[in-house]
């Protein structure tokens, strides 16, 4: 089996994270999974949701969105179109989930996060970059509420650094981070989301043509626990610069 | 520990598969996974969607529902919002794809299916109660589809049977087919629908609370096994009848 | 001249009314007018529309829909069109007004109460079956209410039963509670809705072909009155059980 | 009982209906009952609607709308709200059978005929004073479509004329045509569409107060046919000049 | 170079300003620019849009449509589409800004003035008759915000009236006040908003053919300024009369 | 006066224009204008709209839109909201007319050009920066179109160059390419398109506070040309590299 990108069955694509991407979010990066890239922004607003009111824990929200020409195809723009796709929906709410998992609530206070992902490049694997990349911008974006004094410095709401990465069956083949052109011929299709510490917050794993097996799913696995030890070493190293 | 169901944890609640619910659809079963009650139909109209015209090959497009007040607290009706959320979203094209699973697309003709799941009660566990029961409408779907000479016997496209179920994480324990008390206190929480020969169409986990780890993903999955193997053969009893 | 449906032109379709059909809302009933069946809900919720606030008077709304197959031909989902058609909003308001006329609003406290109206099988008159057994479903949530002490028993709202039945005129003659193949071929539907003690809360009749003439309408309201005594009847029945 | 208006119980409002009143509608007239003012067009577009193409006939749809400062208090713009309310629907939906009724769709060839009533001040009867003053608008706009050739002279699609009137009992006694404040305390409300010779095409009547007795509809019925017969008249006289 | 209307270059429309045209709104006009015919509305509400809560001050909105048949072919309603188009929302932002201009709102109180602007017949230059004219419909409104009570006679929000005229190159020459059939073969149109002491408020010029010229922009805003004389004599013509 | 930016009155903030920011589209651009960032994307569909069909010229639209934290309040996403603002439609409207006025339709052959103006962060002018920056991807997008054979290269649609810039008078004085703080306080804010031979495409001015004068245009004019001729020449420039 060669992979149509070159790389081993087990290696990501050149990952890069920029910090403080664009200047106005309280956290700002610019995510790169080979020519997969994406702006992650963290904002900060106080006050919670109706349905937290009262409850003195805080709450973080994720939306998601394409420009029409990152991808092969022009999309329609889903605010022109007037609502937003199946696709998007599902995928706004697994970032949600996977970064509401990187915090305890009750330690925010009575503040939003929202997190914003916006592909300006699509090569495959946009949710996976995309949780990635935002995990390090909402990093800022807490010690941004510290110096405000919104949170203390002693009683962090950050409980674990979360990252996502894709597996798949490729040719029969576990493969790790699958590209475009590997993720529209692949059997399978797996996102994982984990902790530093090994736990699964996330996984969602679609047969695309033949249904896979459980011996399978534990070889992707393997390579996804193998791709996230890279990955949270990446979110340390950028976060590690001022 | 003990389930609030009373149930062992590896045991399903009483399933029960009613074909012929309704009048006028192709297919139109209503499947109970104990309070849980679900309406699945099949629809089947000539023609197919513009992408796949001129294709020679057929389609299956699933919708989803709930009733306003099939739950506790009345939900607003999305017809008058204006729109489908994105919890609707997510289950209707989970229920697409796990059904698509069980076809030969080539084989349908130029015909398009559509499935119907309406929940008229809810507790816990509806859209793997879809899955198994709009799998037995289409069943009786495609019959239609061969008196009508639309398909021909000896050329079904049925590849599989297809079914769904959840299983969990509770007090630290796995256990299978949630109802909602369970549900909203479990830990993790993780739908799998699988074929006949044991193969998975689509795995979708979430921690709630705190990350699964590996070998509760195993164990989970082995009891999902089980009950699969219990709901495949109520299908079959089902489509037995007459 | 023979009705279709074999029925005599004074001839009611059979109908079921049965409670308690779910099991969250307050009031809950199937009603079943021959092959029209409609689950009717009463929900209530604390609380009144802005318009009402401070007025010391609660409020009664309703919503009607259709699952997608409940018909010959599937309707496209008002919920995936983003809204809903003119005819469901003409259903949903009868409804509305109908119910009302049942209560008085000065008794119910600060409450509100939702009808819904969802259509699982159509056969014509689903409007007249969804306020005949929405009725129904209506006096259980009340008992629910006094119950709860929401409401005193001595200080009841009911101010009087109501119920619905269509007549029309079908080659020539005035006949009763028209099934779809007599609907679709009636030169005049009326849909009619009373109280118990004879009185008139809404009558809509509509020339589908030739234009009706006085004599015509005052011998479907004579059929519609001896239906009328026959569907308070069914309803004081079904009230009568436990 | 005296009526707020002044008029005696069987008399309807200065009735004017001005034709011509906008320049390029092939039918446009401005009717006035009273303070009520609606302008009603008639435009013609080759073509039909999907459901009708190739089954050699015509066909005519009606839209109704109210500006915003029609009314005493501001209503919001259904332009700006996303949609049209369902008051509105109900009324442009009764326009559109009312009107259809004076048609034979066969004569009328592959055309659409749109009625759009627009109010720009409402005192009352609105839906009434649409339907009367759009048949005028309606004989227009088929006058223009024989001057054009689409249909032949000796072929009118043109059955009989329709005009509409509301009536009501008020202070328990019927009376004629009701104005905004005699409306908001009416008793009963009843809505009349008829044509030339006295058959009724449509009617609602709806209770807002105590349900009415079949006597009272009626008198009421009574009423309507005698301001009926002036409407025709005054339709004839407006058709009569050049 | 002979203008099709065979006005002279410098030559406005036939206009008129009708006050008091419709009863309910606190200041009501209709202006007509020849065949261009607007009904503007001013409404007061108590109360301002959240964004200027407790900052001592009022606001003013507007809102602009056309009815579907004021021009030569038919358009579609926009309440029917659900939503409205550029063209409408650029217009209406507009008119609001304009005539905020006219205003100091400080002086407005917690009030809030919605201007609506709809076109009954259109023949070009409907956006700068809606200014002109609801300028007037505004002086009206404010008039009865005085005798409420509501705003000081001393103290008025007025500060100067604003009007507005379109200018354009038409056969290479510079011509004021251009209808449809002039508009739509123009080289250029330019909208322009003034005040009586001859400050701009908002110019928009667009080049439909070839780019403009300095010195053309110089002459159509001298044409501009000669029409906007007559205007502002007109309006102050039409306050002068009871 | 001072300028905050400390920018000469005349003096344009630093503007960058790199080509092929992207991978996907026909042409695609990053424009920076200061801190004004954008991306513009050319894209290239065969075919035309309905209204153009058959009349053997091309066509060009625009779309525009904001990441929704690229201002310093995060903004509502108009995909989650359900539509565009009346902001986001005028400037998209603005970009097409701007950027028509660049092309002779009529070589354009059966070919859409879509342009999409994205902005990743703001600080005023972006409609301007867009249009300048979307200019250089429309050429890019040609010769894309030319190396297909879609268009002959001795027959180019490239009827001229276009660019955009703002001009205002702040603190009494005129001023050129205005940022985010100095457009907040500027008392005129105009938006200027012109051709590379000097000609006007489109000048909108509005006035802030204060009306501006006819000297104080044409000083802002003067202004705005001399700011073009750079621009135009920072377009050849970034035109003129591999």
Chains 1, 2, 3, 4, 5, 6 share one sequence.
């Not at 009262?54 to 998601?64: K, R, S, V």
């Not at 206070?109 to 990349?133: E, F, K, M, P, W």
Request: charged share 25%; glycine share 10%; with cysteine.
């Amino acid at each position: 089996m060669k992979r149509p990108s070159g790389r081993a069955a087990d290696q990501l694509r050149p990952i890069r994270i920029t910090r403080n991407y664009t200047r106005h979010a309280e956290g700002s990066v610019l995510v790169e999974f080979g020519d997969t890239k994406v702006i992650c922004t963290a904002s900060v607003e106080s006050g919670v949701p109706r349905f937290l009111k009262g409850q003195g824990q805080g709450w973080l929200t994720a939306e998601y969105g394409m420009l029409p020409r990152a991808t092969g195809e022009r999309n329609q723009r889903e605010a022109s179109r007037g609502k937003q796709g199946g696709r998007t929906l599902e995928i706004q709410r697994l970032i949600g989930r996977s970064l509401r998992a990187a915090l305890d609530m009750t330690k925010l206070g009575d503040n939003t996060l929202y997190i914003d992902c916006d592909v300006i490049q699509a090569d495959g694997g946009t949710r996976t970059a995309s949780i990635t990349g935002a995990m390090v911008a909402l990093v800022d974006a807490l010690a941004v509420l510290k110096k405000r004094g919104a949170i203390k410095a002693s009683h962090s709401p950050l409980k674990q650094m979360v990252a996502a990465v894709s597996v798949g069956m490729y040719q029969g083949e576990p493969v790790l981070d699958l590209d475009y052109p590997e993720d529209s011929a692949a059997e399978t299709d797996l996102n994982v989301v984990m902790t530093e510490a090994g736990g699964f917050i996330e996984i969602q794993g679609t047969a695309e043509g033949e249904p896979f097996q459980p011996e399978q799913l534990t070889a992707m696995l393997a390579l996804a626990e193998k791709g996230m030890r890279e990955l949270f070493e990446l979110q340390r190293a950028a976060l590690a610069t001022e």
